[in-house]
DNA sequence: AACAGACCCTGAGGGC
DNA sequence: TGCCCTCAGGGTCTGT
């Protein structure tokens, strides 16, 4: 399931191989994956634009095609592959983009999921980020805003952390993760966590962006030979998927549970209820 | 306004 | 072996 630092890997590797090309056609598969316009306006509006550059915004990719920008996000399964239009059709791919070189981008997605949007010039691009995203990782991320949205709200701190309007990037790994690497509660309710525990959570999820961004994200599932996706920063996670195991710091058996609807690793001892 | 829950979709895994 | 059931999950939409 792609997160910030696997959609971070995937947009490099996509910049490598496709700024530049210019799209010659488009086949779509799945129609519903397609958003905001239909289908034929999709097709026509992307056909002749060139990849001038690709960016990320929290977890959603930004095709820049000159004055139309093509908005992706991947979901849990989404992935590229590089291949030429002849090639066969696999199973689960959805949706090319053939280009006037002779490649093509295949867009393979199991549970169908992903989305894929076109904005033009002055239709504003938000994405359920809200009206700012606000990535840890980035220069702009407002510490203050952030402690004040935690501190007013009454959600469970994982279901915050999960709003992408709050803070953008994190999923479900890096949430553990950092919650874990904080030592917080992931049921704790926002406003009764101190300031000095926002600041290490806002903290602590820097750093393990910052370091899976660094190791190529965290590959959970077993993706073969797509684009980017294949990270190692699995090796890095302390709770997530360690059910039954040890905490590595201070050896308590790491706990499965349940939160804001999500599955949920930690450790009883480290991340107590209470402060 | 804030929050909870349903929904989308398919494969994996458990139970029998 | 194979069928049926449940679960997983990000973001959006709907309901309270």
């Not at 191989?17 to 994956?33: F, H």
């Not at 696999?90 to 949706?95: I, S, V």
């Not at 996706?229 to 890095?236: D, K």
Request: hydrophobic fraction near 35%; charge should be positive.
């Amino acid at each position: 399931m792609p997160e910030l630092p696997e959609v971070e890997t995937v947009r490099r590797v996509l910049a490598i191989q496709l700024i530049g090309k210019t799209i010659q056609s488009s086949i779509i598969r799945y129609e519903k994956m397609i958003k905001r316009t239909s289908v034929v306006d999709f097709q026509s509006r992307i056909v002749g634009k060139k990849v001038d550059s690709i960016s990320r915004k929290g977890k959603y990719l930004l095709f820049h095609l000159g004055i139309e920008t093509l908005v992706v996000h991947l979901r849990m399964e989404g992935k590229f592959y590089l291949k030429h239009p002849e090639d066969v059709w696999e199973k689960h791919e959805h949706l090319e983009l053939a280009f006037t070189d002779g490649t093509s981008l295949r867009y393979h997605d199991t549970r169908k999921f992903g989305t894929f949007e076109l904005y033009a010039p002055g239709e504003t691009f938000e994405g359920g980020l809200g009206e700012i995203t606000y990535e840890p990782i980035d220069e702009a991320f407002d510490r203050q805003q952030f402690i004040q949205k935690v501190r007013k709200s009454h959600r469970p701190i994982k279901a915050i952390l999960l709003d992408q309007s709050v803070i953008a990037g994190l999923g479900n790994i890096y949430v553990d993760e950092t919650l874990f690497r904080a030592k917080v509660h992931p049921e704790r309710r926002g406003n009764t966590i101190s300031i000095k525990e926002i600041e290490k959570i806002a903290t602590e999820s820097r750093l393990v962006l910052e370091k899976a961004v660094e190791l190529g994200g965290s590959t959970i599932r077993s993706y073969t030979s797509s684009l980017g996706v294949t990270g190692r920063f699995q090796n890095e996670l302390f709770v997530h998927t360690h059910a039954g195991e040890p905490c590595p710091v201070c050896q308590t058996t790491i706990l499965k549970t349940r939160v804001a609807g999500r599955g949920t690793y930690l450790c009883p001892t480290c991340q107590k209820r209470r402060k």
